[in-house]
């Protein structure tokens, strides 16, 4: 148990739905992250928030849409993905967006399969 | 781009050896460095971190070497056993307010 929790925990969509993934974080952390891990590449940072502003959008593309609405919550939904956005979504917390000694947990992520 | 790697991508050992899996960084503003474990299905888990200021620091079977002279960074694991096995990422901070930025994984096999 990391503190962070994210559901579903796996998620079957077609290139045509509308779903949303979420994270939980019992840390009181009040950064939150959305990171991205497709097979054979490193984890890519997607988003960024501090205090429920987003301080980083890694050029992600628009079909990807996060909010959150406090420092405890984050979602990630999704909209007209194609199969290239299968991959394993992580979610992840930290006492600050950055800086030295700042360590940042993982949930379990949500396996995404777009078909 | 500069990323943080990982020299190797796989590394098989023998239980109860000791294993070694290294990771080259490329800027040398990096102050904050940190491995993770990843097992099968679950998330990163945080094992040990070091700071710039440092060049070594030791944890409950693992060990951190920082070589900032030529921008290097090792995780030891002593004993290693099968329940090592998983994919070994190692991650630095770059500039204050930026999110941690990961390199390659390795992906280490302990047999019996």
């Known amino acids: 148990e990391t503190g962070v929790t994210q559901t579903p925990r796996h998620l079957v969509m077609g290139m045509t739905n509308k779903k949303s993934l979420k994270c939980e974080q019992h840390?009181?952390?009040?950064?939150m992250y959305w990171y991205k891990q497709s097979a054979k590449k490193p984890l890519e940072l997607m988003f960024v928030?501090?205090?429920?502003?987003?301080?980083e959008n890694n050029s992600v593309p628009s079909r990807f849409s996060p909010e959150c609405p406090n420092s405890s919550h984050l979602f990630l939904h999704l909209h007209t993905l194609q199969p290239e956005d299968s991959a394993l979504y992580l979610c992840?917390?930290?006492?600050?967006?950055?800086?030295?000694?700042?360590?940042?947990?993982f949930g379990e992520g949500s396996w995404l399969t777009v078909v | 781009g500069e990323n943080v790697g990982l020299h190797l991508p796989t590394l098989s050992v023998q239980e109860g050896d000791n294993s070694i899996i290294n990771c080259a960084y490329s800027?040398?503003?990096?102050?904050?460095f940190i491995w993770y474990k990843q097992e099968s299905g679950k998330g990163p888990q945080f094992i040990i971190d070091?700071?710039?200021?440092?060049d070594k620091r030791q944890g409950q079977r693992v060990t951190v070497l920082l070589n900032k002279t030529v921008k290097h960074l090792s995780l030891q694991i002593a004993a290693t056993q099968p329940g090592d096995s998983a994919v070994y990422f190692c991650?630095?901070?770059?500039?204050?307010?930026?999110?941690?930025?990961f390199g390659k994984g390795t992906t280490l096999s302990v047999s019996s």
């Open positions: 070091i700071r710039s200021n440092m």
């Open positions: 928030y501090n205090f429920k502003e987003q301080t």
């Open positions: 992840a917390s930290s006492q600050e967006p950055g800086g030295s000694g700042n360590t940042i947990y």
């Open positions: 840390l009181g952390h009040n950064a």
């Open positions: 800027n040398s503003a990096s102050d904050y």
């Open positions: 991650a630095e901070n770059r500039w204050a307010g930026t999110a941690l930025i």
